[in-house]
């Protein structure tokens, strides 16, 4: 019989909460959105910077939760702690504690989700696997998705993520990763840390929570791979293991070939060769996956599973998924990169741009605000001139005040159009596309440029 993911009992146990209810009920699945709820579901009424969900226990309740956790209110099924947040981190550890899986922890400046999406697909290819789901990587995101994880999970793949210093060191001591990734350094949220080496520094506070004997996963290339190596030092972490393309990495990468939908590579390591094939284009796809391929070994899952999975590992919504639009005969091309953006995952995605043709059209981008860079904005916006103009684009617009500084560095000749908001532009971009062109589009997320995403798919596919 399988076990439930919690009993009323164990989350007493766990949260020192109190309550009428029967202490054997079955608690199955956790959630913070009274909207959302799984089977057996237990809602915790956290609050966030819009919305307080105790304002949403009753709606959570009549929508079918079993119980709520509360830190004040009154009435039937609730469980009452000192702080509803905390009750989640107190359910985090206490599976955590009981998980006998091999758990890794993702971070990084750029890549850190879809490269926890390679290392879901690998390990789900050898055993039961549990993996943060969307971007549920912050103060809430992560304890939401570990304490989620069932007792029989093989693997856990958790990711961090951060927008100032000390933030991930709680979150890795929560999740105790077996294996710490990093992806790589790259300016996000720079007006945070003032420099790439406070970034590392902040990135490498995932060590802080690495088990005992553990192992640091890290990109080997980029300028600060030197200072992730003296945190992991400091740290006490004395197995560590690189990748990238770098000489001397210890998963080198080699041979990299890319087309308009895939991309091939040869990955060396200890004196093998595996010939890599990804069903998505781009070099930094290749890293995502050779990390992925890195931590399998670690993990003891054969190269040729962890090859197999990853032949079939797509790209995901906002982080480069590809959609053709319309008749197939002359389809329109969408390129949805409107997650995030800093000036390495811009500059990667305008490369792998570049090798797409569009299918009886234009090639056009839609390029918004790259947030949170600080005093360097500018110059690091305008520095994305060499990348727009290899990418083929014949059509650029650009979204919001930041993009200011890369419409004047590239002329009014070459700028189709430049507005301040997402919904500004969806009129003019909606007005100019038609079938057979080929459309990228990348912001940060707070651009809100998945709006222009969705007007487009229902525009195309409707017409």
Not at 47 to 59: E, L
Not at 278 to 301: F, K, S
Not at 329 to 343: G, H, M, Q, R, V
Not at 379 to 392: I, Q, R
Request: proline letters at 4%; a negative charge; hydrophobic letters at 45%.
């Amino acid at each position: 019989m399988t076990q439930p993911l919690y009993t009323i009992a164990d989350i007493l146990a766990a949260t020192g909460g109190s309550s009428d209810l029967a202490p054997d009920i079955s608690i199955n699945s956790i959630s913070i959105d009274s909207r959302e709820l799984g089977p057996d579901a237990l809602f915790v009424a956290i609050k966030g910077d819009r919305f307080d969900g105790h304002d949403f226990v009753d709606k959570a309740l009549e929508n079918g939760a079993v119980a709520a956790l509360v830190n004040r209110g009154e009435g039937e099924r609730r469980i009452v702690v000192a702080d509803a947040l905390e009750g989640l981190r107190d359910l985090a550890r206490a599976a955590r504690a009981r998980s006998r899986a091999m758990v890794v922890g993702v971070t990084g400046s750029v890549g850190k989700t879809t490269t926890k999406e390679a290392i879901r697909v690998v390990f789900e290819a050898a055993g039961d696997t549990h993996a943060s789901i969307k971007s549920f990587n912050n103060h809430w995101g992560v304890p939401l998705m570990l304490a989620r994880f069932p007792r029989a999970a093989q693997f856990g793949v958790f990711e961090m993520g951060m927008s100032g210093p000390d933030e991930i060191r709680p979150l890795a001591r929560l999740v105790r990763p077996h294996i710490a990734v990093i992806t790589t350094i790259a300016p996000a949220h720079l007006e945070a840390f003032g420099s790439l080496d406070g970034i590392a520094r902040a990135k490498a506070e995932i060590f802080a929570g690495l088990e005992a004997g553990g192992t640091a996963v890290l990109n080997a290339d980029h300028p600060q791979l030197g200072a992730l190596l003296d945190e992991a030092n400091a740290a006490g972490v004395t197995n560590i293991v690189t990748y990238g393309e770098a000489r001397g990495a210890d998963w080198q990468i080699v041979d990299i070939q890319t087309a308009a939908d895939r991309c091939f590579a040869t990955i060396e390591h200890d004196g093998e060769r595996h010939a890599l094939v990804l069903n998505v284009p781009g070099r930094h796809m290749i890293a995502n996956a050779t990390a992925a391929l890195a931590v399998a070994h670690l993990a003891g899952i054969e190269p040729a599973v962890a090859l197999r999975a990853l032949a079939g590992f797509g790209a995901q919504p906002g982080r480069g998924q590809r959609t053709l639009l319309g008749p197939s005969e002359k389809p329109l091309l969408l390129i949805d990169e409107s997650y995030n953006a800093n000036t390495a995952s811009m500059t990667a995605a305008l490369d792998v741009f570049a090798a797409q043709a569009a299918p009886a059209g234009r090639k056009v981008v839609i390029l918004g605000d790259m947030l949170e860079l600080g005093p360097q904005s500018g110059s690091l916006h305008a520095s994305l001139v060499p990348a727009v103009t290899a990418s083929g684009a014949e059509r650029v617009y650009l979204v919001g005040r930041e993009m200011a500084a890369l419409a004047g560095a590239l002329g009014p000749t070459r700028v189709a159009g430049h507005t301040q908001t997402a919904a500004e532009m969806a009129d003019i971009v909606l007005d100019d596309l038609a079938y057979g062109d080929a459309v990228m589009i990348k912001g940060s997320n707070g651009v809100g440029l998945a709006e222009i995403v969705d007007k487009i798919r229902k525009r195309f596919e409707d017409s």
